[in-house]
Nanobody
Framework: QEQLVESGGGLVQPGGSLRLSCAAS????????MGWYRQAPGKQREFVAG???????RYANSVKGRFTISRDNAKKKVYLQMNSLKPEDTAVYYC??????????????WGQGTQVTVSS
């Protein structure tokens, strides 16, 4: 079973930036649609951003224009560049190894998550 390891979270002030990374194992990475999701305390896990094998992207409305998802197939990594962070972006961020870009449903493995806290 594929394993995913997220990193790059931390504490940042409002307006700041962070770059999250998700390292994947296993085969077929370059053909998979990968996604970032987040879960805030007391809330359900929600879709943040997705990127398919061809590089097409999709974003939640709440992060459009502030977050950028990208991938490096040679390194089997997916990134989430987060700019202009807001307190409401505070959550544990997870990546998933296979998602539907159409419905944002998830079908793949989850990583352990990385905590992002936006606070002054």
């Amino acid at each position: 079973q594929e394993q995913l390891v997220e990193s790059g979270g931390g504490l940042v002030q409002p307006g700041g930036s962070l770059r999250l990374s998700c390292a994947a194992s296993g085969s077929g990475f370059s053909t998979k649609s990968m996604g970032w999701y987040r879960q805030a305390p007391g809330k359900q896990r929600e879709f943040v951003a997705g990127v398919d094998g061809g590089g097409s992207t999709r974003y939640a409305n709440s992060v459009k224009g502030r977050f950028t998802i990208s991938r490096d197939n040679a390194k089997k990594k997916v990134y989430l560049q987060m700019n202009s962070l807001k307190p409401e972006d505070t959550a544990v961020y997870y990546c998933n190894s296979q998602i539907s870009m159409l419905t944002t449903k998830t079908f793949g493995s989850w990583g352990q998550g990385t905590q992002v806290t936006v606070s002054s």
